[in-house]
């Protein structure tokens, strides 16, 4: 089952009850905390506040979007997994999202790959020890920036707890999307719903051929999984409700003809 949420970062703006008030609004299910500003890594109380309210309000907490480098541990900016996975505990999410490293896979030379193939081995163990998942975020600048990049990296983690997202990269064409979301799917966990050309964010209705071809490979995947409205146009909340609309009508099947 693919269920319609929101990234909350796409508001850093706003409080995380006025989020929860928009996606209430909105008819979506559920809500990706971030890590840099709604809930932030190592703050318990908030995690677990902003947790019990989602819950209270009838919505799922979808996953903990952090801000963890995987290979990156003690650099600066990059927060230590301890504390990230103690905060995700708090705000009872399923999912940990990181991402793979802080360079693209073109630059990424074997001691790189190397040392982030072993962190996500060793956060993989201690995620998997607490029943939480961990799914990279599929992303330009990272070692999921090309399709033959993720695939090697999740052959050389081949770690039963490291799930990977998925998103349309502008970098791609549609077709590259597709080959990448096929093959994503054996380990997919939730995507990041936007449409942009050239960097300029569009209304989400704009993108319906290419996300009719997406969700056409994504209905039948098993098990709960989430499709995560991730930026609107002109940050307009507005903007939000009607890309909700287009997302709820999609994943229940409508497109237009």
């Known amino acids: ?23 209430k609004k909105s008819g979506l299910k559920g809500i990706e905390w971030g890590g840099d500003i709604h809930v932030p890594h190592g703050n318990l109380h908030t995690a677990r506040e902003v947790g019990l309210i989602t819950r209270d309000e009838g919505l799922a907490v979808a996953a903990y979007g952090s801000y963890y480098r995987v290979g990156c541990q003690g650099q600066e900016g990059v927060p230590d997994f301890k504390d990230v996975l103690e905060t995700a505990l708090e705000l009872e999410a399923p999912l940990i999202r990181v991402w793979a490293g802080n360079i693209g896979s073109d630059r990424a030379d074997q001691s790189f790959w190397d040392r982030v193939v072993e962190d996500s081995i060793r956060i993989g163990d201690m995620a998997r020890s607490e029943n939480i998942l961990v799914a990279y975020e ?24 490291i799930r990977s997202y998925w998103q349309p990269l502008g970098h791609h064409d549609t077709k590259s999307c597709m080959d990448g979301l096929v093959q994503v799917l054996p380990r997919l966990e939730n995507v990041h719903v936007y449409h942009w050309i050239d960097g300029n964010r569009l209304p989400l209705g704009a993108g319906e051929q290419e996300w009719r071809n997406y969700m056409r490979l994504l209905k039948d995947i098993p098990g709960q999984h989430y499709a995560l409205i991730e930026f609107v146009k002109d940050d307009r909340t507005e903007q939000f409700l009607e890309d909700a609309a287009t997302l709820k009508r999609w994943l229940g099947g409508g497109f237009a003809r």
């Open 1 to 23: 089952m693919l269920y319609g949420g929101l990234v909350s970062i796409t508001f850093r703006q706003l409080q995380p009850r006025e989020i929860i008030g928009l996606v």
């Open 138 to 161: 599929y992303h330009s600048d990272t070692l999921t920036d090309t399709l033959e990049s993720n695939q090697r990296l999740m052959r050389e983690v081949d770690h039963p707890n």
